[in-house]
């Protein structure tokens, strides 16, 4: 089982298109991060919610609770936005990760 | 330097050899774990660790073992490692659902390992 589902999987954007990218959970959680990995591997943390909709730049993360839903937003995307982006639950003291959504923004 | 900092970065090893990743952290959270990622899987825990005196087997823990030498330090070992143990290794902190939480999860640049 997963408790946590990402799409789309993969997503191709041409510079500039608005891009969105969502997660589903299954169980009441804690706090949801949005994750972004870019190729080489290091994981960066961009958001941490827990209501509500946060902001940073052009990335805009929204959190539905009772829906059990979180969008990632990225306005006026550009080749450097290329990366795989991964969602994870926190819940029962532990993190749940979505499989990724892998960015790749075209020039 | 990093906040997580992990070694080796890049390691080829044969079957049945013996191998320690470790990582270190300058965040001050009590909470570590280990991850593996392998390509079209999400992220799996392997151990995580609350505290010093506190370990805890993940989803995925066969094959694996772990040390937390310090609330900084925390080594995950291979003891005789075989191929399908290729893959991708994260440590991580957090101090969610601490006293002081204040929701941070940090991940190391990640170790990528070869058994052949």
């Known amino acids: 089982k997963n408790e946590v589902e990402q799409s789309p999987q993969n997503l191709t954007a041409q510079e500039g298109e608005f891009i969105t990218i969502n997660c589903s959970y299954s169980?009441?959680?804690?706090?949801l991060h949005w994750l972004q990995q870019h190729p080489g591997g290091g994981i960066v943390s961009l958001f941490m919610?827990?209501?509500g909709k946060k902001k940073h730049g052009r990335l805009i993360a929204t959190i539905n609770i009772q829906e059990k839903h979180s969008s990632l937003h990225i306005t006026a995307s550009h080749p450097r936005d290329s990366a795989v982006y991964i969602c994870?639950?926190?819940?029962?003291?532990?993190?749940?990760f979505g499989t990724g959504t892998s960015l790749t923004v075209i020039p | 330097d990093a906040d997580v900092t992990q070694t080796p970065r890049n390691r080829i090893t044969k079957t049945g050899k013996r191998i320690m990743l470790e990582c270190s952290q300058t965040?001050?959270?009590?909470?570590m774990y280990w991850y593996r990622q392998d390509p079209g899987l999400g992220l799996q825990l392997i151990y995580y660790?609350?505290?010093?005196?506190?370990?805890n087997k993940g989803e995925i823990s066969d094959g694996y073992s772990v040390s937390r030498q310090a609330q900084a330090k925390f080594s995950l070992s291979l003891e005789s490692a075989i191929p399908n143990q290729t893959a991708l290794y994260f440590c991580?902190?957090?101090?969610?659902?601490?006293?002081?939480?204040?929701?941070?999860?940090?991940f190391g640049e990640g170790s990528r390992l070869t058994v052949l």
């Open positions: 991580a902190t957090s101090d969610t659902g601490t006293s002081s939480n204040t929701g941070e999860l940090f």
């Open positions: 994870a639950a926190f819940f029962g003291n532990q993190f749940y």
């Open positions: 965040k001050g959270h009590d909470r």
């Open positions: 919610l827990s209501s």
């Open positions: 660790s609350f505290d010093v005196k506190d370990i």
């Open positions: 169980v009441g959680i804690s706090a």
